[in-house]
């Protein structure tokens, strides 16, 4: 194998990657050789641009997230590959897709915050379900009495939704102004549909955007001028000093 041919590097990576059965970034992908055939990077980039071309007309594609690069199911043939899977779609409540919809768009955000948006609590269990599934983190406290912690999204929540960076999330349509009534906030917590072994994610996978168009399609005649939004920026690690 040369491993300064483009092509050969190439298959090489798409072993890499369906073995990994993960997101891989191109620091990690150039870990793996020994030093003396370490390629650049740009050899590296060149070879995923090999990869992703040889991945047309084929049921999986070159994908790169918030955490790397992975090959995946195409979305087009969700409704088959889902039958792989016993489980049933997973569905959301409005109150959780809301929560999370806030925390996306207006993060850092604190609990309190949220529920005076909404106008209704936000239950415990909301926050629970958001951060097992690794979609949200503390991310600080505010600085107010009782110092309530500040919410913002994760790495796995870009990477489930197929983003790069919070930069790709699509025009905000929902949530301001909600006219919400008592609002049922009993989650649906059934555990996620095991991953695909490997190249692909699971069948059930859905965008951010069809989240929002599920979450718009319960509530109609929402306003959707949002002008006043800060444009969403990539947030800084963690303080050391929080629990």
Known sequence: MNLTE?????????AFLLAAGRPLPLERMAELFEDAERPEPALLRQALAVLEQSCEGRGFE?????????????????PWVGRLWEERPQRYSRALLETLALIAYRQ???RGEIEEIRGVAV????????????????????????????????????????????????PLAVLRELEIGPASLEEDVSPQAPVAQPAAEPAEQTSFRSLL?????????LKTDFADLPEPTELPPPRSSEP
């Open 6 to 14: 483009p092509r050969d590097l190439a298959a090489l990576l798409e």
């Open 62 to 78: 070159l994908r790169e997230v918030a955490s790397g690069y992975r090959l995946q199911v195409r979305r087009e043939f969700a």
């Open 108 to 110: 850092p955000i604190t």
């Open 123 to 170: 239950s415990s269990q909301i926050v629970k379900t958001l951060q097992e599934r690794e979609w949200i983190r503390v991310v600080g406290h505010r600085e107010v009495p009782g110092r309530p912690a500040m919410f913002a999204t994760t790495r796995g929540f870009l990477d489930h939704f197929n983003l790069k960076s919070l930069d790709e999330l699509p």
């Open 213 to 221: 168009a599920e979450l718009d399609g319960m509530e109609r005649g």
